[in-house]
């Protein structure tokens, strides 16, 4: 913009002194259109504006106004996602899903499920489940598997084939391709028991075992 004349200084400032700070989008272009107007009323008569400056601020005016439509757009679309984020995290309550974790719980001779999430093919996969007291109660391998997210279960026997006690066992997994070992995720069984809303958004509640999850952190529902 060009340079403003004294006067139009002060007729901006003789409002500025009975009026509050302005900060929203229409009203910052009220105040530039009230700049440019007084600029006009107020310019050299020897030395008017020249057609590119004002063509110049008109154009500023309406960038302006653009982008306040476009926050305003973002905004709603911001909103439905939120809306469609919170109906999905609902119709999971009930179900179990597999989230980043190594625990597998035995109940009655029945144990969670497990999982695995590869970034490549793997060509041996094997797979030692241990007690609460650090020690091997089974191992067994998996073979090769796919890249991406799969599901496992345990009988609940040892490897000397009576029944596991029932208890919290630690599950590791090892995964290799062409002698090399690969990078993995290790999942673990846990029922959606509730939703609730944090600071960090939407939280699934998984009970005391795992506490809360993000709804990213399910990578597959059971």
């Known amino acids: 913009m060009s340079t403003i004349d004294t006067s139009v200084v002060n007729a901006l400032n003789g409002n500025a002194g ?29 030395k008017p504006m020249e057609n590119a400056e004002l063509t110049s601020q ?8 653009g982008i306040e439509e476009l926050n305003t757009t973002l905004e709603s679309i911001t909103g439905q996602i939120d809306e469609s984020q919170a109906l999905q995290a609902a119709a999971l309550v009930g179900h179990g899903v597999l989230v980043p974790g190594n625990q597998v719980l035995v109940g009655n001779q029945v ?10 093919p793997a060509d ?27 599901s496992f279960a345990w009988d609940a026997t ?21 002698g090399k070992a690969l990078s993995l995720t290790t999942l673990n069984y846990a029922e959606v028991s509730g939703v609730t809303r944090s600071s960090e958004g939407l939280r699934l509640d998984l009970g005391a075992v795992q506490g809360s999850v993000a709804l990213a952190d399910i990578r597959q529902i059971l």
Do not use: H
């Open 18 to 46: 009975t009026t509050q700070s302005k900060n929203t989008a229409e009203e910052l272009r009220e105040n530039f259109m009230t700049l440019l107007v007084t600029q006009l009323q107020n310019q050299d008569p020897l």
């Open 124 to 150: 041996q996969v094997s797979v030692t489940i241990t007690n609460s007291s650090g020690q091997v109660v089974r191992q067994f391998d998996l073979g090769g598997l796919d890249a991406g997210v799969q």
């Open 58 to 65: 008109l154009a500023q005016i309406n960038t302006l106004n």
């Open 111 to 120: 144990a969670t499920a497990f999982g695995i999430e590869l970034e490549q």
């Open 158 to 178: 040892l490897d000397d084939g009576s029944a596991a006690p029932d208890g919290s066992y630690t599950v590791s997994i090892e995964a290799s391709a062409d």
